[in-house]
């Protein structure tokens, strides 16, 4: 199969129905957007509603880092100091490393976003800022997408609700969209964004149904009572969808490929791209 079709709810009657039924099946509350980057066909279900991003929130850090390099304000070989302050618990590998360790800004995203390493992202931020990423988000037009803290970090009045960032998956589909674009003036950035995204570690989710000669770029993200999933899926012809997958409010603490809200998601992502 090399070409996908994105399903919607024009030429789909069916596909509305399905949706409840998986939302049923994962237990939580879905909230998706999916964009054809050929046709400009859309579908989208409670995608305005405000959702808590886990680690998805780590691609409007990556975003923002690699439109700074392109303008001259960051470089990605500028030298970031592993610190025993620094390291937290969750995904990724540098907390089990040495204090002292120095990473590029590139590898520090790198660990980012395919491992989604929290230690890293830390240091990330802590590099950047977080009023530098969402003063970002602003200005690509996304009014929602903010990051609050660090990782592990405790949580203010503004953080409380949503923890370490909050989005909608119409904002993440519309900055998958731009980061698609390789033929604008952000193309080096966009270009960056998209190889790192490629090399995702954690393929549970969107890419787990979809055919094995199909291309998954994203990143996942994950809480108790939370699955995400976000990226950009490319067949053998280049067709292409950006796709952004919540589900959240989940009843159930299950840190396995089986959570149902994660598998309720990897089947979403099949029935609108295959059907």
């Given at each position: ?130 009023e530098a990423i969402n003063a970002r988000m602003r200005t690509l037009g996304l009014p929602i997408t903010t ?50 995204l490629a090399e995702q570690q954690y393929t549970d989710t969107i890419p787990r149904l979809l055919p094995p ?63």
């Open positions: 199969m090399s070409t996908l079709r994105l399903h919607t709810f024009e030429n789909d009657p069916e596909l509305r129905a399905d949706i409840e039924a998986l939302e049923r099946q994962s237990t939580g509350k879905i909230r998706f957007a999916a964009r054809d980057l050929r046709t400009g066909d859309t579908v989208a279900y409670n995608a305005d509603v405000r959702c808590k991003t886990a680690s998805v929130i780590k691609l409007p850090i990556l975003v923002h880092t690699a439109l700074a390099v392109q303008e001259g304000t960051l470089a990605w070989d500028e030298r970031l100091t592993l610190t025993e302050a620094e390291k937290v618990g969750g995904s990724g590998v540098l907390t089990h490393l040495t204090a002292g360790l120095q990473l590029s800004l590139h590898d520090a995203c790198m660990l980012m976003t395919i491992l989604s390493d929290n230690t890293a992202t830390n240091m990330v931020i802590e590099h950047l800022s977080i990051c609050f803290r660090k990782s592990y970090a405790p949580d203010t009045e503004a953080s409380r609700e949503f923890g370490l960032g909050v989005s909608t998956a119409n904002e993440m589909c519309a900055l998958l969209t731009s980061v698609a674009d390789t033929e604008s003036d952000k193309a080096a950035a966009h270009h960056l964004v998209l190889q790192m000669e199909w291309k998954y770029a994203g990143k996942t993200g994950a809480i108790d009572a939370v699955r995400n999933d976000v990226g950009i899926v490319t067949s053998p012809d280049g067709s292409q969808v950006a796709i952004a997958l919540f589900c959240q409010e989940l009843p159930a603490v299950l840190w396995t490929a089986d959570n149902p809200g994660m598998v309720a998601l990897a089947r979403l992502s099949r029935r609108m791209l295959i059907g």
